[in-house]
């Protein structure tokens, strides 16, 4: 299934894409919303299929309907850095033995077609389509791969916006610089792991101003999916809900020549990764 949440920022309501790609079905009716608990509810996901597969959810009107982001109430968003070969070489950075982590805070998200704000001072804001991983199942101390794929809830299109001055020569850890208002949209669905049964094999697709910047494939990481879930669960538990970035492939502006084209007020910013969807941003001044 391909869930979604639509409606004014705080204010959106659960819904379904339907079967033609097309239709928007009103879910408000059989869940309260989108998230962890829904996640965690095998009972309640087999409603909704049964009443998507019946055809007699009501149909949501498009017209200028906000897409916000696809979870509600996330717990906490983990990120997998340099989890990529090529981005990797592109940085000269030394491929990592075991997965780097950092945070972002879950007031970081925003929908997907949400205005992104470039801080203020910053002079290196930059762009990266990521895979998000959002947990269905409790996750703590998991023995393998496999495990950690079966406790996947869904997969959906991740921003990893970043300033790369306040992350990497400001001092201390990398949160500066992933942590500014809007820096994550997401979505615009929630598209259940059924529907995703090779992570490892999705093509992804960053633009800015129309020019293609990024054009990579999750079989490029260095963990997969079920391996950063897994190792993730490790040193935390992972709740439903949860989020996990698990990275970006070469083409950000970091990895580029001087002067490198870090994004500005104005800028547009277009993402995709096939079968999750598609998001477009414009920048302004925060």
């Known amino acids: ?15 379904l894409l339907d079967q033609d790609g097309t239709t928007l079905r009103d879910l408000s009716g059989l869940v309260t919303d989108i998230d962890g608990a829904l996640l965690a509810d095998e009972a309640a ?3 909704v299929r049964a009443a998507a597969a019946s055809g007699d959810l009501p149909v949501i009107d498009q017209g200028g309907l906000r897409i916000g982001a696809p979870v509600a109430r996330i717990g906490k968003i983990v990120c997998i850095g340099l989890n990529y070969h090529d981005h990797a070489r ?5 491929i990592p033995t075991e997965p780097i982590i950092f945070f972002k805070a879950p007031d970081t998200v925003v929908g ?3 205005t992104v704000l470039v801080p203020r001072r910053s002079v290196k804001t930059d762009w990266e389509v990521e895979l998000a991983v959002v947990i269905g199942r409790t996750a703590r101390y998991l023995d393998s791969v496999e495990e950690g794929l079966a406790h996947v809830g869904g997969y959906a299109v991740s921003h990893d ?13 990398w949160d500066k610089g992933k942590n500014c208002e809007t820096f994550n949209p997401l979505g615009p669905w929630l598209v259940t792991a059924d529907e995703v049964p090779d992570p490892q094999t999705l093509a992804m697709k960053l633009s800015v101003n129309g020019e293609v910047k990024q054009d990579g494939t999750t079989a490029d990481q260095i963990f ?13 538990t992972l709740y439903p ?3 996990i970035n698990t990275g970006t492939p070469a083409g ?9 084209p870090y994004l500005r007020p104005g800028d547009v910013v277009e993402l995709e990764i096939a079968g999750l969807g598609r998001q477009r941003q414009q920048l302004k001044g925060a």
Do not use: H, I, N
């Not at 391909?2 to 309501?13: D, I, M, N, P, Y």
């Not at 592109?90 to 030394?94: D, I, R």
């Open 45 to 47: 996901l087999e409603r």
């Open 1 to 15: 299934m391909k869930l979604l949440r639509v409606g004014t920022a705080g204010a959106e309501r659960p819904a």
């Open 112 to 114: 997907p077609d949400d």
């Open 252 to 260: 950000v502006a970091l990895g580029q020549p001087e002067p490198k």
């Open 90 to 94: 592109e940085t000269g950075a030394e």
């Open 224 to 236: 997969g999916v079920g391996e950063v879930v897994r190792y993730v669960s490790q040193f935390m």
């Open 161 to 173: 916006v970043s300033e790369r001055e306040f992350q990497l020569e400001r001092g201390g850890q």
């Open 241 to 243: 809900g949860d989020v």
